[in-house]
Protein backbone atom coordinates (compact mmCIF):
# COMPACT_ATOMS: atom_id res chain seq x y z
CA UNK A 1 0.00 0.00 0.00
CA UNK A 2 1.38 3.25 -0.99
CA UNK A 3 0.05 6.78 0.81
CA UNK A 4 0.19 10.10 0.55
CA UNK A 5 -0.34 12.55 3.24
CA UNK A 6 -0.68 16.24 3.08
CA UNK A 7 -0.57 18.41 5.71
CA UNK A 8 -0.39 22.46 6.40
CA UNK A 9 -3.90 23.75 4.77
CA UNK A 10 -5.47 26.07 6.26
CA UNK A 11 -6.50 29.88 6.60
CA UNK A 12 -4.46 32.66 5.62
CA UNK A 13 -4.66 36.50 4.80
CA UNK A 14 -4.30 37.85 1.62
CA UNK A 15 -0.53 38.74 1.73
CA UNK A 16 0.64 35.51 3.99
CA UNK A 17 2.22 32.47 3.60
CA UNK A 18 1.34 28.99 4.25
CA UNK A 19 3.37 25.83 3.48
CA UNK A 20 2.41 22.65 2.47
CA UNK A 21 4.15 19.22 3.09
CA UNK A 22 3.16 15.77 1.15
CA UNK A 23 4.92 12.66 2.64
CA UNK A 24 4.67 9.40 0.60
CA UNK A 25 4.79 6.49 2.40
CA UNK A 26 4.52 2.38 1.89
CA UNK A 27 6.04 0.09 0.20
CA UNK A 28 8.35 2.39 -2.50
CA UNK A 29 10.77 1.55 -4.45
CA UNK A 30 11.44 4.75 -6.40
CA UNK A 31 9.81 8.50 -7.09
CA UNK A 32 10.57 9.96 -10.35
CA UNK A 33 8.42 13.76 -10.18
CA UNK A 34 6.37 14.84 -7.46
CA UNK A 35 3.94 17.56 -7.96
CA UNK A 36 1.20 20.20 -6.39
CA UNK A 37 -2.07 20.58 -7.84
CA UNK A 38 -5.56 22.58 -7.00
CA UNK A 39 -9.18 22.61 -7.92
CA UNK A 40 -11.06 26.00 -6.89
CA UNK A 41 -15.02 25.50 -6.43
CA UNK A 42 -16.52 25.19 -9.91
CA UNK A 43 -12.98 24.45 -11.89
CA UNK A 44 -11.01 21.94 -12.77
CA UNK A 45 -8.02 20.93 -10.97
CA UNK A 46 -4.80 21.81 -12.54
CA UNK A 47 -1.19 21.81 -12.29
CA UNK A 48 0.57 24.50 -9.70
CA UNK A 49 3.89 22.96 -9.63
CA UNK A 50 6.45 20.34 -10.35
CA UNK A 51 9.26 19.40 -9.09
CA UNK A 52 11.73 15.55 -11.13
CA UNK A 53 13.76 13.58 -9.07
CA UNK A 54 16.74 15.64 -9.80
CA UNK A 55 15.20 18.69 -8.11
CA UNK A 56 14.17 20.63 -11.56
CA UNK A 57 11.03 22.43 -11.83
CA UNK A 58 8.47 24.51 -13.39
CA UNK A 59 5.23 26.33 -12.10
CA UNK A 60 2.25 27.34 -13.35
CA UNK A 61 2.05 31.48 -15.11
CA UNK A 62 -0.01 32.31 -12.34
CA UNK A 63 2.28 31.18 -8.89
CA UNK A 64 5.67 32.29 -10.31
CA UNK A 65 8.06 33.96 -8.24
CA UNK A 66 5.42 33.36 -5.46
CA UNK A 67 5.56 29.65 -4.51
CA UNK A 68 8.32 27.20 -4.72
CA UNK A 69 8.29 23.75 -4.74
CA UNK A 70 10.79 21.77 -3.59
CA UNK A 71 11.59 17.89 -2.08
CA UNK A 72 13.36 15.86 0.64
CA UNK A 73 13.84 12.75 -1.37
CA UNK A 74 15.21 10.82 2.13
CA UNK A 75 12.00 11.38 3.37
CA UNK A 76 9.86 10.82 0.35
CA UNK A 77 8.37 14.14 0.86
CA UNK A 78 7.59 17.25 -0.79
CA UNK A 79 6.77 20.75 -0.23
CA UNK A 80 5.40 23.99 -1.38
CA UNK A 81 5.84 26.87 0.59
CA UNK A 82 3.44 29.84 -0.74
CA UNK A 83 4.10 33.50 -0.34
CA UNK A 84 2.47 36.22 -0.97
CA UNK A 85 -1.23 34.77 -1.55
CA UNK A 86 -3.87 36.01 -3.21
CA UNK A 87 -7.75 35.22 -2.35
CA UNK A 88 -7.79 33.45 -6.41
CA UNK A 89 -5.16 30.81 -4.62
CA UNK A 90 -8.48 29.48 -2.74
CA UNK A 91 -8.70 26.22 -3.54
CA UNK A 92 -7.76 22.44 -2.26
CA UNK A 93 -4.82 21.31 -3.03
CA UNK A 94 -3.25 17.85 -4.18
CA UNK A 95 -0.27 16.18 -3.87
CA UNK A 96 0.59 13.79 -6.67
CA UNK A 97 3.42 11.66 -6.78
CA UNK A 98 4.75 9.46 -9.99
CA UNK A 99 6.37 6.08 -8.15
CA UNK A 100 7.26 2.46 -8.59
CA UNK A 101 6.12 0.47 -5.66
CA UNK A 102 7.52 -2.72 -4.40
CA UNK A 103 6.61 -5.73 -6.61
CA UNK A 104 5.86 -3.54 -9.45
CA UNK A 105 7.48 -2.99 -12.95
CA UNK A 106 5.34 0.51 -13.45
CA UNK A 107 4.99 3.83 -12.39
CA UNK A 108 1.89 4.77 -11.20
CA UNK A 109 0.78 8.08 -10.50
CA UNK A 110 -1.11 8.42 -6.93
CA UNK A 111 -3.10 11.20 -5.51
CA UNK A 112 -3.40 12.63 -2.04
CA UNK A 113 -6.43 13.36 -0.13
CA UNK A 114 -6.19 17.32 -0.38
CA UNK A 115 -5.99 20.28 1.71
CA UNK A 116 -7.58 23.01 1.71
CA UNK A 117 -6.58 26.59 1.42
CA UNK A 118 -8.48 29.65 1.72
CA UNK A 119 -7.16 32.82 1.05
CA UNK A 120 -9.62 35.95 2.58
CA UNK A 121 -9.34 38.82 5.38
Known amino acids: QVQLVESGGGLAQPGGSLELSCAAS????????MAWYRQAPGKQRELVAV???????NYQGSVKGRFTISRDNAKNTVYLQMNSLKPEDTAVYYC???????????????WGQGTQVTVSS
Open 96 to 110: NAHLRRSGSYYYTYY
Open 26 to 33: GSILSIND
Open 51 to 57: ITSGGNT
